[in-house]
């Protein structure tokens, strides 16, 4: 089975962040505050609906995004990022596996 161009480049980028994660969150900056009023709006969400949030990181999305109600389920590949992830988080809740095999959860959003 060929791969495809994206998970050729994901798995050398992974190490990148996982090799620089304890400067990564120092350097990303935040998301505007307007683009998670849009995305509420344009997804018309409401509060505790479920959020997949594929490709985390330190969480500068997930915060804002709790903190308006939804619960956050948070993906991540890049293991070192996890302690900052988990610090900003006021309630994480850490599951690790490699791959699940069970039925899907329902989500109003996934975010990529």
């Known amino acids: 089975?060929?791969?495809?161009?994206?998970?050729?480049?994901?798995?050398?980028?992974?190490?990148?962040?996982?090799s620089a994660a304890d400067i990564y969150d120092a350097a990303r900056p935040s998301y505007p505050e307007?683009?998670?009023?849009d995305l509420v709006k344009l997804a018309g969400l409401e509060a505790g609906s479920r959020l997949l949030e594929i490709g985390c990181a330190t969480g500068k999305a997930t915060k804002p995004l709790l903190q308006r109600g939804f619960s956050v389920v948070c993906v991540s590949s890049v293991h070192n990022l996890l302690p900052s992830l988990a610090a900003a988080l006021p309630h994480p809740k850490r599951s690790q596996t490699r791959r699940r095999r069970s039925r899907p959860a329902a989500f109003s959003v996934t975010l990529r």
């Open 34 to 37: 307007q683009l998670f009023d």
């Open 1 to 18: 089975m060929r791969k495809d161009r994206s998970s050729r480049t994901a798995e050398p980028l992974g190490r990148t962040f996982d």
